[in-house]
């Protein structure tokens, strides 16, 4: 509030940032011991959103990798 934003709360900041980390692709088990969850699976209850995006963008990576390199079906 001091610096003027309004309606953002602690928790919000804290799911925003454990969500980049995921995003970037750092391992669960790294963000859960930084969040202080006591395992993994907290982790992924939580913010198994973040991770089904990330799984999305890296299907996508794949996807474009193998129409480069495989020949098309005839």
Same mark, same amino acid.
């Given at each position: 509030?001091?610096?003027?934003? =309004?309606?953002? $709360?602690?928790?919000? /900041?804290? +799911? =925003? +940032?454990?969500? *980049? /980390?995921?995003?970037?692709?750092?391992?669960?088990?790294? !963000?859960?011991? +930084? *969040?202080? +969850?006591?395992? #993994?699976? =907290?982790? /992924?209850?939580?913010?198994?959103?973040?991770?089904?995006? $990330?799984?999305?963008?890296?299907?996508?990576? *794949?996807?474009? !990798?193998?129409?480069? !390199? /495989? #020949?098309?079906?005839?």
């Amino acid at each position: 509030q001091a610096h003027g934003y =309004t309606g953002v $709360r602690y928790h919000d /900041l804290r +799911h =925003t +940032h454990a969500c *980049m /980390l995921l995003a970037a692709g750092i391992d669960v088990a790294s !963000v859960a011991a +930084h *969040m202080g +969850h006591s395992s #993994p699976e =907290t982790t /992924l209850r939580h913010y198994a959103d973040a991770i089904a995006q $990330r799984d999305h963008a890296n299907a996508q990576v *794949m996807q474009s !990798v193998l129409v480069d !390199v /495989l #020949p098309p079906k005839q």
